[in-house]
């Protein structure tokens, strides 16, 4: 399946990519995209098809960039640490990390971006005698 982002999208984004680093993006939205189509899919009930969602359309692409981009920016030297703190002699700064895994994810602000996020309502018809085969008790 095709990326809903490129390499260029992301560049045009959030700036060139580091040198070595291209292949990793290109992986990276490939999951990311394989992601979105889970998560519309969950929510919509069908699989993923251009032209039937418009907002999902209009706005796929910049979410596929930054969930890419949340898990770029993780500080790799730390990998797994939430939280640092760092003191040298009256001064001390403190650091806490919103992904230091580095984990693809969608937030409720990008869900709702792509119209998924809210309640879906749906129903189904009741089941009649008449729409039981073989069944001649009913």
Do not use: W
Not at 9 to 32: I, M, N, Q, S, T
């Amino acid at each position: 399946m095709d990326a809903f982002a490129t390499g260029a999208d992301y560049a045009a984004r959030c700036g060139p990519v580091d040198d070595g680093d291209e292949g990793r993006v290109a992986a990276l939205l490939e999951d990311a995209s394989a992601h979105l189509r889970g998560a519309y899919r969950r929510h919509m009930g069908s699989d993923y098809a251009a032209g039937v969602n418009a907002t999902f359309d209009e706005n796929v692409k910049p979410v596929c960039v930054a969930m890419v981009a949340r898990a770029v920016n993780a500080p790799g030297a730390m990998a797994g640490i939430t939280q640092q703190s760092e003191t040298a002699g009256p001064y001390s700064s403190s650091f806490t990390f919103a992904n230091p895994t580095g984990d693809l994810y969608l937030g409720r602000s990008d869900l709702k971006r792509l119209g998924l996020a809210g309640c879906r309502v749906r129903s189904i018809d009741a089941m009649t005698a008449a729409d039981r085969e073989g069944d001649a008790d009913v």
